[in-house]
Every structure is written in structure tokens, then in C-alpha cells.
């Protein structure tokens, strides 16, 4: 069952986090929040989402307000750094804001940048984290196959621990994890999952090693691990660059998991200058518990009004769609 709009509306509030770099192309990450019987959700498709895809991640936000969510097998969770497309010179200030994280993701395939650019983060990277750090890289699909096989020959002597998203196309994972299988780097799929009608075709196609799920677009927690089961491959649970709230849900997935082998996508908090509660890595991890936003931050942090008029009225044509299901 899906709640009265009004429910919705009567909590809702739209905020506008500031970011320390650019990252996904925003300097400012917008999101609207609103609080449920089981708690705080949030409601953050990025904005350039058609009201069709939107509505997913308003299911997922109902389900984390409304409905108790699966049970944990975990208090905690592992996760990693999230490194930008900075230049190699700010690696360093970059990781120093991840506490204990033993796990970096560096972002890699910039528009405007070279694969030499990308050498050389992934190597600022492995200088700073040693040998014993995991390091893996994520191209958003931006490579065709045959950049894709030339950056991962480029990046392997940094022992890369997966590569994800290389390409866009499900068959350009399938024709690249065929060709670089020999050298021991497993591929991710990320987008091919959460953009897809059809998240189980990655596995289907043997495309991928693995999958990287978010709760807030696949639906809430509960879809997320039937596509898990159903896809019957590892996983690393990830964030869609939320608030703390989002981030909250995101490790309510990864504590329900049965099994967890890898750090998780979950400590971007510390990309934000600021947050509406404090989800920033301690020791290399995050609690599993919720996120209570804190009122002062809601105030501090509250989107213009004409940001919040534009995501109220989204939410209003996301809520007709579920609705109308």
C-alpha cells in the first residue's frame, strides 16, 4: 500500500549538500527527505531521471519509512573511499578524509581527461595505501571494449581488486570479461543493474564477477536482496551519493546480506562538507542503524525555494505513477 501524499508532504524536506570536489558531474547534491512510522527515508533520484525511474527510488524511500525492514546479520559495515577524478596531487587529502578505510574506489575515464591521468591517480592511490590496500576503479561505462581492455592492461600492475562499469552495454561487459579473464580482474556491473528493466540479464549474460546494488534504486532493501538471491553473485552494496539518510538504508541492505565479502560503496558521506547527521567512516566503517536527521542540520542545509517547489512537484508525479500501479 502506498500513503496519502499528504503523509509524504507533511514531513518533507528538501535539502542541498555542498560537496568538497565535483563528483558525477554536481557540485551540490540535492535531496528530499520525509519521515515514516519506521523512521527517516530519502527520495534522491538524480535530476536528470524521467518521472519512470524516479518512482523506483520512491518506493524504495516508502518502504524504508513505512514498512520494518528485513532483519541484520551485521552491526556494522566495512566500507571504502571514494576517490574522484582529482588530480594525483590531491589524492592524498582525498583519503585522509576515510578514516581506517582499507579499501579505495577511484573514479576513473573523466571526460577531458587521459588514461594517463588515471595511471597516475590509481598509482597516488596505491602509494598511499600500500601493498596490502584494495584498490578498485570505476569507469561509469565510459570506455568502449577495446579502451576498456587497453586501461585495465594500463592499471593492472596496481593489483586492482575489480573494475567496475567499464562499459556501458551488457555485451561490452560480457566481450571484456572475456577478453581480460586470463589476467585475473574481475568485472562489476553497477549501472547495467540499477538502470536495466531487467537487472538479472547481467548474470544471465555472464557479463559480470559481480554486482553493485543500491538500495534506493532497485526498489528498497527487500527487492534488492530478491535480485541477489535470484542473480546468485557476489556483491558490494554501494550509495547513490545520498545523505546520511540514504547511506542508512544502503547499510540496512548490506547487514541484511547473508554474506558480504566485500567493503562497501557506504562511507560517501565524507565527500560532503556538510551532512544532516554524521554517517562519515569510523575505524574504516558505519553503523547499520538508522539516521536520524538532526533539525538545526535541516534548517542549515534547506534547499532554495524554487528547488524545493521543483521536488515537491516531482515527488507529487512520482507518487500519481505508484500509485496508479
Not at 525511474?53 to 541484520?72: G, K, M, V, Y
Request: with cysteine; glycine share 6%; charged share 25%.
Amino acid at each position: 500500500m502506498i500513503p496519502p501524499l499528504a503523509d509524504l508532504l507533511d514531513s518533507a524536506r528538501v535539502v542541498s549538500l555542498p560537496m568538497h570536489t565535483r563528483f558525477r558531474g554536481v557540485d551540490t547534491r540535492e535531496a528530499l527527505l520525509f519521515e515514516g512510522p519506521e523512521g527517516w527515508a530519502e527520495f534522491s533520484p538524480f535530476v536528470e531521471y524521467e518521472d519512470a525511474e524516479a518512482s523506483t527510488w520512491l518506493a524504495a524511500a516508502i518502504d524504508f519509512a513505512w514498512r520494518p525492514q528485513p532483519a541484520p546479520v551485521r552491526d556494522g559495515i566495512r566500507v571504502n573511499a571514494t576517490v574522484p577524478a582529482v588530480d594525483a596531487a590531491r589524492v592524498p587529502e582525498v583519503l585522509a578524509r576515510f578514516a581506517g578505510c582499507r579499501t579505495a574506489k577511484v573514479k576513473v575515464a573523466e571526460p577531458g581527461q587521459s588514461l594517463a591521468d588515471d595511471v597516475a591517480r590509481v598509482r597516488a592511490v596505491r602509494e598511499i595505501m600500500g601493498p596490502e590496500g584494495r584498490i578498485r576503479v570505476d569507469a561509469n561505462g565510459l570506455w568502449n571494449v577495446d579502451e576498456a581492455e587497453h586501461a585495465v592492461h594500463a592499471l593492472a600492475e596496481f593489483d586492482l581488486e575489480y573494475v567496475e562499469q567499464p562499459c556501458a552495454a551488457v555485451p561490452e561487459l560480457a566481450d571484456l570479461r572475456r577478453r581480460v579473464k586470463y589476467m585475473g580482474i574481475p568485472v562489476a556491473a553497477d549501472e547495467s543493474v540499477r538502470k536495466s528493466s531487467d537487472p538479472l540479464a547481467v548474470a544471465r549474460a555472464k557479463a559480470a564477477d559481480l554486482l553493485v546494488i543500491k538500495a534506493q534504486p532497485l526498489g528498497g532493501v527487500t527487492h534488492a536482496l530478491q535480485i541477489v538471491t535470484a542473480a546468485g553473485l557476489p556483491v558490494v552494496v554501494s550509495s547513490a551519493l545520498d545523505t546520511a539518510i540514504g547511506l542508512s538504508q544502503g547499510a540496512a541492505l548490506a547487514a541484511a546480506l547473508p554474506t558480504l565479502d566485500y567493503d562497501c560503496g557506504l562511507g560517501t558521506a565524507s565527500l560532503f562538507l556538510d551532512d544532516v547527521a554524521d554517517r562519515r567512516p569510523v575505524d574504516g566503517a558505519i553503523p547499520a542503524s538508522r539516521a536520524v536527521p538532526d533539525a538545526a542540520a535541516l534548517d542549515r542545509l534547506a534547499a532554495s525555494a524554487d528547488r524545493r517547489d521543483w521536488w515537491l512537484d516531482r515527488l507529487r508525479r512520482c507518487h500519481e505513477m505508484l500509485a496508479a500501479d
